[in-house]
């Protein structure tokens, strides 16, 4: 395929959405945009952070999916009661790969799905007494544990449930952390608002309530904020920091811990790579605590080494020296990877829909490879997401952002990439077209992508699904029925 020129880009959004009411078409309007590099703030392009509209489908979540899923979830030494009907627990566990070390159901507990399973009288009669008998059987029964959250889902705001009073109780008897988090699902218009949600309840029950315990600390002690080590990352990344000198002293929040989450007012510098998600806690750290914040992006060897650079900036020369020694330890591995992989992938082009911090990070590792991202656009974003944004994406690709599933299809039949990254939602539908597909959410049960080691992994993962022969015999069903009528005609 060739690349759209603004005019073309800007006539295959209008043709989109023609099918749509006026209404409809008015407001999807705002979502879908040209890029324009030359602008400051996305906000005089496109729309973000807004209602999506009913009957059109989206692939967002809630709520309670950013806080229990995202946040919450990968602290590993904590025990997190999805407070509500089943479903919603059962569904948020072990679905992100959230890597960690330890002994599941004895001192690690983040793959396991505790539930209040609220019933037709829980409705009516209210479970806060359920709940208070939940807490302190799960504590017996897994008495390692060092704390626990109260994930709250929908009906709990619906009727009224005390969780704080519940909460508050419950830790004085047991003499751990007990954790409400306000998180129920209908609460704003995605999963964002539980990021948002979850990291205020970190501020409020976890960060002013340290154990007591002396903390020695170092001129080089940092923290890795939103990363959830999904398939590894957080460890690939932590690599990279230690060997230029920086001790980590915690990682929120895969692999991490609720003693970890306490001693980090104590660090000289939070590292925050999903921005998206945490945020938040980061910039109160940095105002009550006076812990700047510095973001990075550890995808590819290109922004891994400007992101290197820039964190050893904050630091003495002796971390300086460190940072360079580590990226000429690791620029020969780079080399052959990219000596390998870039002439089968050069000239490759790629759309992507994905959440969190992604669909402009991997915008580089693409980019090292010789390939050429044609079209992002994020599920869940703010506008300050898409300042980041503008500035990776090439003038004149297409921006779209909470895109339905129409929309996408017909971008992706009318640009045809020569892959798309996404999610599982929409993974077997654009297979079904014949296009190579990568799972840019859980890296598609691969990984780490992050830091070198991820690098290579990531380039691999590329090659192989877009040199599967498998796409050119592919027919998609729609059209396999069409042949074989044709046949039986014939």
Known sequence: ??????????????????????????????????????????????????KSLPGVMTVRGCAYAGSRGVVWGPIKDMIHISHGPIGCGQYSRAGRRNYYVG???????????????FQEKDIVFGGDKKLAKLIEEVDQLFPLNKGISVQSECPIGLIGDDIESVSKKASANLGKPVVPVRCEGFRGV??????????????????DKRDGNTFESTPYDVSIIGDYNIGGDAWSSRILLEEMGLRVVSQWSGDGTIAEMMNTPKVKLNLLHCYRSMNYISRHMEEKYGIPYLEYNFF???????????????????????????????QPMMDAIIAKYKPRLQGKKVMLYVGGLRPRHIIGAYEDLGMEVVGTGYEFAHNDDYDRTIKEMGSATLLYDDVTGYELEEFVKKIRPDMVGSGIKEKYIYQKMGIPFRQMHSWDYSGPYHGYDGFAIFARDMDIALSNPVWGNLVPPWKKAVTEEVQKAA
């Not at 295959?12 to 879908?32: C, F, N, Q």
């Not at 002994?103 to 399973?117: K, Y």
């Not at 995605?190 to 960060?207: P, T």
């Open 1 to 50: 395929m060739t690349t759209l020129s603004r005019e073309e880009t800007e006539a295959l959004i209008a043709e989109v959405l023609e099918v749509y009411p006026e209404k409809a078409k008015k407001d999807r309007s705002k979502h879908l945009a040209v890029n324009d590099q030359s602008i400051e703030q996305s906000k005089k392009c496109i729309t973000s952070n807004r």
């Open 103 to 117: 002994t599941t159901g004895v001192d690690t507990f983040s793959t396991m799905n505790f539930t209040s399973d």
């Open 190 to 207: 995605s999963q964002s608002l539980g990021h948002h949600i979850a990291n205020d309840a970190i501020r409020d029950w976890v960060l």
């Open 300 to 330: 590819g060897p290109t922004k891994i080494i400007e992101s290197l650079r820039k964190i050893a900036a904050f630091f003495d020369d002796s971390i300086k020296e460190k940072c360079e020694a580590v990226v000429a330890r690791y």
